[in-house]
């Protein structure tokens, strides 16, 4: 049974960090790609970094690069996103999410329940 436990959300003042966690069971990190994706209020769901399946360099959304970081660690089977230099914008609620594809894609296999992720001016 695939399942995917995010966690690590919380109120952060602007400039601040947050580390989420994504722990996942099922399966193991290499067998799917893995991506973290975010929605805010009246807002589409967007796709922020994602973890290849191939091991290549991971893959991030333009406006986060370089403040966000994706990783993981294999024997704990959990895939972590190290966010920095926060800014309300990035205000939302922020899921994990797998595919047993190469990469992510807009339809995305497994879920997990999002984790509210709050940023104060």
């Known amino acids: 049974d695939v399942q995917l436990q995010a966690s690590g959300g919380g109120l952060v003042q602007a400039g601040g960090s947050l580390r989420l966690s994504c722990e996942v069971s099922g399966f193991t990190l290499n067998d799917a790609a893995i991506g973290w994706f975010r929605q805010a209020p009246g807002k589409e769901r967007e796709g922020l970094a994602c973890l290849r399946r191939d091991q290549k360099p991971p893959v991030y959304l333009d406006s986060v690069e370089g403040r966000f970081t994706i990783s993981k660690d294999n024997a704990k089977n959990t895939v972590y996103l190290q966010m920095n230099n926060l800014n309300p914008e990035d205000s939302a609620v922020y899921y994990c999410?797998?595919?047993?594809?190469?990469?992510?894609?807009?339809?995305?296999?497994?879920w997990g329940a999002g984790t509210q992720v709050t940023v104060s001016s």
């Open positions: 999410a797998a595919v047993q594809k190469l990469i992510c894609t807009a339809s995305m296999r497994y």
